[in-house]
């Protein structure tokens, strides 16, 4: 009861806790990407330097390591879906039309799965030229702000076409094992 004031015992990711933090007059850092600036903050700083921690010039280093270990993650994760949907899930959509028949529920089944590998191509275009954007930025925090904004989007668009796709491509054609086969058979 006493310590009420720092104690909170609710759940740190309901919306309860965004409106507790905001009376209490904290941040409410969603993601890795938000906490990254607010390491090298002035507040911070002078936190760490006052009490003998770190330097400002360790503080900072610490913190662009941060900022290019975050961007070269999301990178690698952005390069790889793209290669898996170009390389696999395409080939796999190819591979299911052509072995469905011409009538009834082949044909409606044909042009759902057409329509969905249409908008995968059109979120894997954006992924691909978002990527291309990447050599273009100019200092740390615009590449953390593409990382973090553009290409997380951009690879989540990508993922909830492929959510549906999955659902409706004959396993013998998916490229990759699906989530019984990584529980129960891998």
Known sequence: HDHKRIIFNGNGYDDAWIEEAKRRGL??????????????????????????????????????????????????????????????????????????????FGKALAEEIGALADALLAAEKQLEEDLGCLDGCVGGQERLCLCSETLTKDMQACRSVIDKLEQRIDRRYWPYPDYTELLFSL
């Open 27 to 104: 941040k409410n850092l969603r993601n890795t990407a938000e906490t990254i600036p607010e390491y090298a903050s002035e507040k911070n700083i002078r936190l760490l330097t006052e009490n003998g921690i770190y330097s400002r010039k360790e503080i900072e280093s610490r913190n662009e390591i941060r900022l290019e270990k975050y961007c070269s993650i999301i990178t690698i994760e952005a390069r790889t879906l793209d290669e898996m949907i170009r390389k696999g899930i395409f080939g796999a959509v190819s591979a299911e039309l052509s072995a469905l028949p011409s009538y009834g």
